[in-house]
């Protein structure tokens, strides 16, 4: 199986257009240590030609351009895509909207939870993925389904299951408590076999805690690929960038003594790799004390374009 990074960053990429926080500046200036990265997403194929998204990012457009085995293909008919399905994890706008770079009537499975199609569905811009072309499937949670494009199967089984995280911004309802409405469902890690192999790796790019079922489930793996957005809780506060903690937002945080760091020093993944990461996080510098501790602690800060086989 083949596993591309489109995007490893958090939602308003890296830099964001209307930050000039200290990552922001540096980036955009070209400060050495610094690399520009969009917005969260990944790619995956079994045979290198048919490949299958995870989550579809703002950025798609340039994704696309930047990887050429996911634009049209010489090979192919005078309008062809590789891109076969689409797996969503949560309906964040950093999640959800590239669906819409998808609009040239070609074919495409979009699988999501129950509660994300129903986003899509409640929200008419999603209709220009024409309907006779496109087709929804629901991720049942906890069960495994086998992917197929709309014709042929391929050779990829997502298990999707629910993780502690929160409802998308955009539908927060304040009038339902601490949680904004967040129901099970909004938010979910998935788990990728190859078919006929039976190697896997998890994605779960938004979490708000590694509580005890998924400590379980992620125990041992080979390659967990997990929300990196902060490094630590409050470090929107302290740049002065926002009023609000990782917690507030749905992200556990890398650093402390409840961060992702500690909480997978037991858990004995093989390989793992931080995406989502928000532009705000001192890891994005090369050379700073969080990236060392982070990679000391045995974890690679994705880039766009990073590539693993397995
Ligand atoms: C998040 O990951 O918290 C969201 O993508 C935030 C947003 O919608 O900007
Ligand atoms: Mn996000
Ligand atoms: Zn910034």
Redesign the pocket.
């Known amino acids: 199986m083949i596993i591309k990074i489109l995007g490893s960053a958090a939602g308003g990429g890296f830099?964001?257009w209307n930050?000039?926080?200290s990552?922001?500046a540096d980036v955009r200036n070209g400060a050495p240590g610094f690399t520009a990265r969009t917005q969260s997403s990944l790619a995956v194929s079994r045979d290198g030609k048919d490949w299958v998204l995870l989550n579809a990012s703002p950025d798609l457009r340039k994704q696309i351009n930047d990887t050429p085995e996911l634009g049209a293909q010489s090979s192919g008919g005078l309008r062809n895509s590789p891109i076969k399905a689409a797996v969503l994890t949560n309906g964040d706008v950093d999640h959800i909207s590239g669906l819409i770079n998808l609009r040239e009537m070609e074919p495409l499975a979009v699988y999501g939870s129950d509660r994300v199609l129903t986003v899509l569905a409640q929200n008419s811009i999603f209709n220009v993925l024409n309907s006779e072309k496109v087709v929804r499937r629901e991720l049942k949670l906890g069960e495994p389904t086998k992917l197929s494009g709309t014709e042929a199967m391929l050779g990829i089984t997502v298990e999707a299951f629910p993780v502690p995280g929160k409802v998308a911004l955009y539908l927060e309802d304040a009038s339902k408590g601490a949680d904004f409405g967040t129901v099970e469902g909004d938010t979910i890690g998935l788990k990728i076999t190859d078919t006929e192999t039976g190697k896997y790796f998890f994605y779960v790019p938004g979490c708000a805690d590694l509580d005890a079922p998924l400590a379980r489930r992620l125990e041992g793996a080979a390659l967990v690929f997990f929300d990196g957005t902060l490094f630590d809780d409050n470090e929107m506060i302290d740049a002065g960038?926002s009023a609000k903690t990782g917690k507030r937002m749905g992200h556990i945080s890398m650093s402390g003594p409840e961060g992702s760091i500690a909480a997978f020093e037991k858990l004995g993944v093989a390989r793992k790799v931080y995406v989502h990461i928000n532009?705000?996080n001192p890891v994005l510098n090369e050379n700073s004390d969080a990236r060392k501790e982070a990679e000391a602690a045995g974890w690679s800060i994705g880039y766009d374009g990073m590539e693993i086989r397995i």
Request: aromatic content about 0%; charged content about 0%; proline content about 10%.
């Open positions: 830099p964001q930050c000039n926080c990552n922001c960038l532009n705000s």
